[in-house]
């Protein structure tokens, strides 16, 4: 519990061309708790800028919080910072594992919530296909995983401190260190008995072993003490090794929180998704 407190300590300090269709208004526009499901966590926040097309680039950004604890709200600052560099965003919140939900069930609330965001596109006039995906800790983990696994158009990933191989016993045995193994059984519906090779259910909630031509861009602090930074390391190697366009980004001296509570960092951070997700979005 003491670990958990810890990471939840982290997630808050990140709470911190013409087409056709044109959609202008004076300011941005909020659509805040929209219910994209039947679930009292399925709500996302919609956030439009002040002038988009039918091409700007539309980003589902979710949350972390150990796939059990959190909101949105730890995104927050994240998404409207995006926004107000001219990107659509969806900021989605969803269920946490438990005993009766799982991490099939999370990338499901997933799909609903990019459905409803689909939906919305007719109403606001913006794309109504190929998104791109986004997340930090947990949901940075949710973002590829999905990326992935669903058969919907994704243009590119971009992830902060993401954990990507969970049927490791040497990655397991890192996060036991932080009561965080309990979590990832949750996720992958399995009972993991230490120091043994875990089984093929951890691997399906590991993003390594799903890899499509996606282009992904990772960030990771080199001091993250709850993810190690070996975690993205690994996923950037196993990308390279099949030809993905791909990026890991250091942040020297950060901690779990990738640097998004310093304004320099942050800036870093915002500046390399806005490139990645501009590269290509086309």
């Given at each position: ?15 911190g ?25 399925n ?46 965003v ?20 997933i ?31 949710l ?25 490791d ?8 260190q ?47 003490d ?42 870093q ?14």
């Open positions: 519990m003491k670990n958990l407190l810890i990471l939840f300590t982290a997630l808050l300090l990140l709470t061309c013409k087409a056709q269709n044109t959609k202008t208004a004076q300011t941005s526009k909020d659509l805040m708790h929209l219910q994209y499901a039947t679930a009292k966590q709500t996302l926040d919609l956030f439009l800028p002040k002038t988009y097309t039918e091409k700007t680039p539309v980003i589902i950004l979710i949350h972390g919080g150990a796939w059990m604890m959190g909101g949105n709200e730890y995104t927050d600052k994240t998404a409207k910072d995006l926004r107000d560099r001219g990107f659509i969806a900021n989605i919140d969803y269920r946490y594992v438990s005993e009766t939900v799982h991490g099939k069930d999370l990338l499901m609330d799909d609903k919530a990019v459905t409803f965001v689909q939906k919305q596109a007719k109403d606001y006039h913006f794309a109504t296909t190929g998104y791109n995906m986004s997340g930090i800790s947990a949901g940075a983990h973002a590829l995983l999905y990326g992935y696994t669903t058969t919907k158009n994704i243009k590119s990933i971009a992830v902060l401190c993401a954990p990507t191989q969970l049927d016993p040497k990655r397991l045995a890192e996060l036991q932080h009561d965080l193994v309990k979590n990832v059984e949750l996720l992958a519906d399995a009972t993991y008995i230490l120091g043994k090779q875990p089984n093929s259910k951890f691997t399906n909630v590991s993003p390594y072993a799903h890899i499509k031509q996606i282009p992904t861009l990772l960030f990771h602090g080199d001091k993250d709850l993810v190690p930074y070996a975690q993205s390391a690994f996923m950037y190697e196993s990308l390279q090794a099949k030809g993905v366009p791909s990026k890991l980004v250091t942040m020297t001296g950060k901690g779990h929180d990738c640097g998004m509570n310093q304004p320099d960092s942050e800036k951070v915002l500046d390399e998704i806005t490139n990645w997700v501009n590269q290509y979005n086309n």
